[in-house]
Nanobody
């Protein structure tokens, strides 16, 4: 079992930055690929960023490449999402998710989910 708790969301102006954190509990954190997904009102949940078990491989949605950076600290059981140059279209609830081993980064593949943190970007 892995429990995930996101934090760091809030209201920011366009062009600003936020850093999301996801704290995980459970002994298997270091064996889970970790991902960030988001869901805007009226839209489906979509992949934002993912990181491999070792942290050596990172994956990003085209819409956030060059602006968002994902990292993980296995010693702290925490993953982060640094979001820069935020746009109003980044407004969504951001979810942390975990999948044992590797991942194809689709919502249906993820094994565990946090409850989400709201990010609102004003224009």
């Amino acid at each position: 079992q892995v429990q995930l708790v996101e934090s760091g969301g809030g209201l920011v102006q366009a062009g600003g930055s936020l850093r999301l954190s996801c704290a995980a509990s459970g002994r298997t954190f270091s064996r889970n690929a970790m991902g960030w997904f988001r869901q805007a009102p009226g839209k489906e949940r979509e992949f934002v960023a993912g990181i491999s078990v070792s942290g050596g491989s990172k994956y990003y949605a085209d819409s956030v490449k060059g602006r968002f950076t994902m990292s993980r600290d296995n010693a702290k059981n925490t993953v982060y999402l640094q979001m820069n140059s935020l746009k109003p279209e980044d407004t969504a609830v951001y979810y942390c998710a975990a999948e044992f081993g590797g991942s194809r980064w689709t919502p249906s593949d993820m094994d565990y989910w946090g409850k989400g943190t709201l990010v609102t970007v004003s224009s």
